[in-house]
């Protein structure tokens, strides 16, 4: 479902992603952990053309992007394959809940007002918050607000959800909810590549584990190869030693 092939990214001349090789299947879960810095956000980005890569090729089902040669249209057609859920949820403030969710709904993928709304609604009510359509991001606490975000992307109905860190901005207290929204989707088979720092949701969740370092994917395996009982010492010195004692 996504192939990308020697993807490169520089900012100015400094080269951030040094030659990604990745894919996934329709229905597979991937988490990516690493160190700051080391690329996990802009190969996300890189993704769904947020940046545009240097050099390399993604294909997504039947869409194949070309860093060297590609036109802005497949950039529009290529954007509606994916949605992207940030860190910082990156709610328009000034609409409601409802209006989050509807507004791309209505502007992307040019629906109905009124088939928008309803869809809105069954979404608000499928991510735990009925009631709170007409309520604005400031008046809603993080979870929430991420909750939105996350709802917006599963209104969208893209083929793949990207999610950068999508609990690290939240107190501990409001992590469980969004990750429990998570494992909806999950349970849903709905394609996923997670950021995470969330080493064991991302034990739970995934069908696989990357480690990122210095613009590279270091290694990817099972959960229990990445997390549990890595071979690489770098993975090790990541995790932290006591780490794999507090996973299981
Ligand atoms: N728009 C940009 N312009 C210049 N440099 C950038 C830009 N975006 C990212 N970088 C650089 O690219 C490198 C990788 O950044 P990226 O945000 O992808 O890392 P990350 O793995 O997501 O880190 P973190 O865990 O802190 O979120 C960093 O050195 C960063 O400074
Ligand atoms: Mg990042």
Redesign the pocket.
């Given at each position: 479902m996504v192939e990308v092939k020697k993807l490169h990214k520089s900012?100015?001349g400094?080269e951030?992603l040094k030659g990604i090789d990745f894919s996934l299947e329709k229905g597979e879960i991937v988490s990516i952990i690493?160190?700051?810095?080391?690329?996990?956000?802009?190969?996300l980005r890189c993704l769904n053309y947020l940046?545009v890569p240097t050099k390399g090729s993604i294909t997504i089902d039947d869409l194949r992007l070309e860093a060297s040669n590609h036109k802005k249209k497949d950039i529009v057609v290529f954007r509606q394959k994916t949605s992207m859920v940030f860190q910082n949820y990156n709610l328009f403030k000034n609409k409601t809940a409802l209006e989050n969710i509807t507004e791309a709904l209505i502007i992307v993928k040019k629906i109905d007002k009124r088939l928008a709304d309803k869809k809105g609604k069954e979404i608000i009510k499928k991510i735990g918050l009925e009631g709170k359509e007409g309520f604005y991001p400031n008046e809603l606490s993080g979870g929430q607000q991420q909750r939105i975000g996350i709802g917006r992307a599963m209104a969208l109905e893209n083929k793949l959800i990207l999610l950068?860190?999508p609990t690290s901005a939240l107190d501990p207290e409001l992590v469980g909810e969004v990750l429990d929204l998570i494992r909806l989707l999950v349970s849903e088979n709905i394609s996923m590549i997670i950021?995470t720092h969330e080493m064991k949701f991302a034990r739970e969740v995934s069908d696989r584990v990357i480690f990122?370092e210095d613009?590279m994917i270091i290694e990817c395996g099972t959960p229990n190869e990445i997390l549990v009982s890595p071979k690489n010492k770098r993975i090790e010195s990541f995790l932290g030693k006591s780490f794999s004692e507090h996973i299981v």
């Open positions: 900012f100015g400094v951030v690493g160190p700051s810095g080391s690329g996990k956000s802009t190969f940046e950068d860190e950021v990122m613009g």
